[in-house]
């Protein structure tokens, strides 16, 4: 059971990294509490594996320091940092059975066999192996050894904390739902922390209470799935949660109004003052497909547009057209009434978030 | 279900890979029988012998003799190649560099022909001109593997090593290259000994390169020739003559068509018969271990 600090933490694979590019994860400070279910979330290739692996002791940090409890573990490597870690593909010990596989850990820190026992048929009784215990583990099918690796780490007493690195890429569909629900299970019993790694929002959402969105070696939002929806602090969280993203406008200041290229944009007063005084170029408006009202008939506000293609997906309509040269994305309720030829977008001014340099900017009003 | 068309001429396609396995196999074999079974006197002047040719042949003493001395041989290498291959993978380099040099330096000696190689240690350990039977005269060892029977199958046998442990070593190096590497992390959570990640993760996985290596090791060591035959000539006495050497003297030397006819075939169908029983014992094992019949 532990807490586990990051404390400005940075890594790189090559030995004298020059500029940011170099760098894996870029410098970030973050906490992950005792009990919390966590999700590192991000696209291939931003830097959570290596993050999950800087904690587990697999990776030394190049800067920076990882805190146990207060306690500073850099140097400490994973067999005594008492982590549990569980990868991408199933790693079981194919020759061994499933109580032997189980056991394993125990078995290597001497534990008295009576004790072993117990404690191995306990956590096959959580993840349901009980009745595979004698079977060897080569001939289990995917999704049971996964939770074989699994509980490889809930049989040690007092872990600090189980790693996931994307535990379900090899699970087939049906069983993925079952499995997260395990997860879900042991974490109220044990109340152990969990980070939990995936580029798939949906597993993320569902499993964690928090989630810590990367990119490009950095968090970029830690916050509930609610808050990532709803208040994308980042461009790229925008974009990446929420099916489809965000839509982005790059917008300009021009004689006391927003523009989005020629056409001026109606926004709350605080973002157009924002807008006004804002020192840098790259200024964006975002605003959720969810959120967009398109109609057929001209009202105050709507901007006329031109429609792409009107997908039915079933549970809702998924609208594509142009404004000002660029393509957006709306997300249209099942039985919205059908558009003509012209149709007119409206952007419900509550909805819409100002980001300057990718960042969200908090415009005051709630 | 049964659409297949019928069209006889079909087997004209079959046709030239029997003419080839005929030549290659079927007719060269099939002329071994037919000596084995026959008295060939001379042109016009064969006869029927049945068994007898096979008979005399196992009941030579000779040969029984030199048969043991095969099996003894193939145990040997096969005891110190196989662990002696598995510890030089183990070690070696890998990646980078050092690794492609370490390859390339280790398969040296597979490179070397048959001769060449007897030739080399022939000349090694000459207690005059060799460097290592000067070496250990020098050191006061008598060493002398024209008179000495002990000596001259450690020689053997050291060559052997020299030459063919590279294979099992490469053989053992490819399979543990093909171990992901989140085995070996995760053995490292489960604070697994060095020697628990090789006996439940490395020598696991090291199980069908090992078939291979075995085999082939075997097949190799048990038609052994030219080296034994370059170094000691089968001697001193008949202490290192092997089952081809007996062979070759015998159809070569001393033109026994019949009797030597007959030796090929035993001496073919027990390198048939030892390497199946080795194949499907492992085989049968590994479907012990996998009863449901999952992958």
Redesign the interface.
């Known amino acids: 059971m532990a807490e586990i600090t990051l404390k400005g933490l940075a890594h790189s694979y090559s030995k004298t990294p020059a500029s940011h590019g170099d760098y894996a994860i870029r410098q970030m400070d973050h906490v992950w509490h005792q009990g919390g279910a966590y999700a590192l979330l991000g696209p291939s290739g931003c830097g959570k594996s290596t993050l999950l692996?800087i904690i587990?002791g697999?990776l030394e940090p190049s800067e920076g320091d990882v805190l146990f409890d207060g306690q500073r573990v850099n140097e400490l490597?994973?067999?005594e940092r008492n982590?549990?870690?569980v990868?991408?593909?199933p790693?079981i010990?194919?020759?061994?059975t499933v109580y032997d596989n189980l056991a394993?850990?125990l078995r290597?820190?001497n534990t008295p066999e009576y004790r072993l026992d117990t404690k191995v048929r306990e956590v096959a009784d959580i993840l349901e192996l009980t009745p595979l215990l004698s079977r060897?583990a080569?001939?289990?099918?995917a999704d049971e050894k996964q939770k074989v690796?699994m509980g490889?780490?809930l049989v040690r007493d007092d872990v600090s904390a189980i790693l996931f690195d994307e535990p379900l890429t090899v699970i087939d569909p049906q069983l993925k739902w079952k499995l997260r629900r395990k997860l879900k299970e042991i974490h109220e019993r044990f109340n152990i922390t969990m980070i939990y790694v995936t580029h798939d929002q949906l597993e993320a959402s569902t499993f964690a209470d928090k989630i810590a969105v990367m990119y490009d070696g950095q968090v970029v939002q830690f916050g509930t799935p609610r808050e990532l929806f709803e208040k994308p602090a980042h461009t790229f969280v925008g974009y990446f949660i929420g099916s489809p993203g965000m839509n982005f406008m790059e917008v300009s200041h021009q004689a006391g109004s927003v523009m989005f290229g020629d056409q001026p944009l109606p926004v709350e007063s605080a973002i157009t003052r924002h807008v006004a005084s804002a020192s840098s170029s790259n200024i964006k408006l975002g605003i959720r497909p969810e959120f967009i009202v398109v109609s057929d008939t001209p009202s105050r506000n709507a901007l006329p547009i031109q429609i792409v293609t009107l997908q039915d997906l079933g549970t809702y309509s998924l609208l594509s057209f142009t404004l000002a040269g660029q393509l957006f994305k709306a997300r249209l309720p099942e039985g919205h009434a059908p558009l003509g030829s012209n149709a007119f977008a409206e952007f419900p001014i509550q909805h819409i978030s100002l980001y300057i340099d990718e960042y969200l900017v908090e415009t005051g009003y709630e | 279900m049964n659409n297949k068309v019928q069209n006889n001429r079909a087997w004209l396609l079959v046709l030239p890979m029997l003419v080839l396995v005929a030549f290659s196999a079927i007719i060269p074999l099939m002329t071994v029988v037919n000596y084995s079974v026959q008295d060939v006197l001379g042109p016009n002047a064969r006869f029927f012998t049945g068994t007898e040719w096979f008979e005399s042949i196992l009941n030579d003493s000779a040969l029984r003799a030199a048969f043991a001395r095969q099996i003894l041989f193939s145990l040997t290498i096969l005891a110190i190649q196989v662990p002696l291959g598995i510890g030089i993978a183990l070690i070696m380099p890998k990646r980078g560099w050092q690794a492609s040099a370490v390859l390339i330096l280790i398969t040296l000696p597979l490179l070397i022909p048959w001769n060449v190689v007897g030739s080399i240690w022939q000349i090694f350990t000459r207690g005059d001109i060799g460097l290592m039977g000067w070496g250990l005269r020098e050191l006061g060892i008598n060493y002398n593997i024209t008179r000495n029977a002990g000596d001259a199958w450690a020689t053997i046998i050291l060559m052997d090593v020299w030459h063919w442990t590279p294979l099992v070593a490469m053989l053992c190096y490819s399979g543990l290259r093909s171990i992901p590497e989140a085995y070996y992390q995760a053995a490292r959570i489960d604070r697994a000994s060095k020697w628990a990640v090789f006996r439940y993760i490395q020598l696991p996985k090291l199980t069908n390169v090992l078939v291979i290596a075995v085999l082939l090791r075997f097949m190799h060591s048990f038609m052994i020739y030219a080296e034994p035959f370059v170094l000691t000539g089968g001697g001193p006495g008949s202490s290192t003559t092997f089952l081809s050497q007996s062979l070759a003297t015998m159809a070569i030397g001393q033109q026994d068509l019949g009797p030597s006819a007959a030796f090929s075939i035993i001496y073919f169908l027990v390198i048939l018969l030892v390497s199946w029983v080795f194949y499907t014992t492992i085989m049968h094992m590994q479907k012990d271990k996998n009863p449901h019949g999952g992958a």
């Open positions: 692996n587990s697999l490597p994973p067999e982590i549990a870690q990868f991408q593909f790693v010990y194919d020759t061994m394993f850990p290597n820190m060897k080569k001939n289990l099918t690796s490889r780490g």
